[in-house]
């Protein structure tokens, strides 16, 4: 025999030895994440261990599986809606958490096309219109009740027939 053929069951046997090392070295964990309030599973939670770019989503029933680092520290547990919980990574291979809302009171918000900002701190026109100035008066259709009411909408009516939709055109350039 030759040395070549006496090598090769020993680094076979050494490459499995280590495959098993690292497979060890690896927890895999499992769990369901729930409203604190009402315990109804909550489907699309970011699950992520804290310092690294490991994670997963829960699936539709709230359910999640993520295989963990050997030096995973703590996991985030975060939702759009929700306060984020952090919880340490122990012997457990199930982590069942229930989030709890986060409701905070807003003040008045103005959507924009490219996010969003408090109406307090926006340095251009914004008009806030009253709703009771819709439930006055006898119109067509409810379009027409814009008319007249922020500055710089215009509302025109193209053709002569009854029930027809207006033209709603915003500083000359947005037409609805």
Sequence with gaps: MNKISLLKPVFLALVFLFSLGLASAQTAITGTVTDARDGSTLPGVNI?????????????????????????GELVFSM???ST?????????????????ATKALDEVVVIGYGTQKRSTLTG???KMDPKLLETGVRSNPAQALAGTIPGLRVATTTGRPGSLPTIVLRGGYQF
């Design 48 to 72: 992520i261990v804290a310092g690294t770019m490991v994670g997963t989503i829960t699936d539709i029933d709230g359910n999640f599986s993520l295989t963990l680092p050997t030096d995973a």
């Design 80 to 82: 759009v809606g929700y």
């Design 85 to 101: 919980q952090t919880l340490p990574v122990g012997e457990a291979t199930v982590y069942n958490v229930a989030l709890q809302e």
């Design 125 to 127: 026109s914004v008009t």
